[in-house]
């Protein structure tokens, strides 16, 4: 087979069809919102494995991922640029598990660290500047010949979807719940709060510190401030109080914060699962399909080593 048709067109849909078109692949893209509407388009996205599993596997994917956006870094329209990330810790940091896929790791110097904490890691990373990012996505698998389409009346089954000659590639993060009948996929809500950037170039996370979960993810007219990571709660609402929230940590975090100027608030749904499932499989009508979704926190971060992957199964049907 040398057509494919992906469900979903969030990041992890996109860079799979991409992957796919650039190899030869005949593919078009179907999903119930297509970019700008979609969860990637408001994520405060850099490269960094967050709440997702299995870690070797994870390894391998976001190695290719960091060295991809490296190299996408000389394209000025992809939206793509590096910055320092520093993971604050209240005691002493062991070292991460992805430590091997970054280039420049060091442990912070007393003096960078805000008051409370004991330790903390300095890395560069990429930034993903993602309503840039996804526009040239969504450009770059048109312009290789792939097809969108708006679905109309939300899925109920992958059965029937695809052609007898395309291979179905499932990407559709939490609809895998219903679709695959999957109780291992579940949501982890994020709630952002978007203000002005007062001159800030680093970003700050604090995971689980004292002010954890708190993060300042600087762009380039603004900062993503958060968060929550809420297992199993489905609402989309803005709450106003955790808007408060996020707004008081950050500010401890990053004193000039408090002069920032609130923009807008957003509510995500990050596509947990106790482990991503990226395999070959069958639709319950027998027809090849590969998995790809429960990416958690960490669809960018993971997106292009896993769409090569797709690839390599994508081969071999």
């Given at each position: ?61 976001a190695t290719v991922s ?47 660290l805000p008051e409370g ?114 297992e199993n709660n489905w ?83």
């Open positions: 087979m040398n057509k494919a048709l992906v469900v979903g067109a969030g990041v992890v849909g996109l860079t799979s069809g991409i992957r796919l078109l650039e190899d030869g692949f005949t593919v078009r893209i179907i999903a119930a919102s297509l970019p700008p509407d979609t969860t990637s388009n408001v994520a405060p996205a850099y490269w960094y494995p967050y709440r997702v599993f299995p870690e070797d596997r994870v390894l391998a994917w960091y060295k991809t956006y490296t190299d996408l870094r000389r394209v000025p329209e992809s939206g793509i640029d590096a910055f320092e990330l520093l993971k604050l810790f209240d005691k002493a940091a062991e070292e991460p598990f992805w430590k091997p896929a970054v280039k420049s790791y060091r442990h912070a110097r007393p003096d960078e904490y004991k330790d903390g890691f300095v890395v560069e990373v990429p930034r993903i500047e993602t309503p840039v990012y996804m526009r040239y996505l969504v450009g770059r698998f048109k312009e290789s010949g792939g097809r969108m389409e708006k679905l109309e009346a939300e899925l109920e089954s992958l059965d029937g979807l695809a052609a007898e000659d395309e291979i179905l590639v499932n990407c559709t993060g939490l609809g895998s719940r219903k679709l695959c009948g999957d109780e291992n996929v579940y949501p982890i809500r994020g709630q952002l709060v978007r203000v002005s950037n007062p001159g800030l170039t680093k970003c700050l996370s604090d995971e689980s510190g004292p002010l954890g979960l708190s993060y300042i993810v600087p762009r380039y007219k603004d900062c993503i401030l958060g968060g929550t990571a809420e609402s989309l609402d803005v709450d106003p109080e955790t808007a408060a929230e996020i707004l008081r940590k950050c500010a401890i975090l990053e004193p000039r914060i408090k002069d920032a100027e609130v923009l807008g608030h957003s509510v995500g749904l990050r596509p947990g699962r106790t482990e991503v499932r990226l395999e070959k499989g069958e639709t319950s009508d027998g027809h090849p399909v590969i998995h790809n979704y429960g990416h958690g926190g960490g669809g960018f971060t993971l997106s292009w080593g896993c769409a090569g992957e797709v690839l390599e199964i994508a081969r071999g049907i």
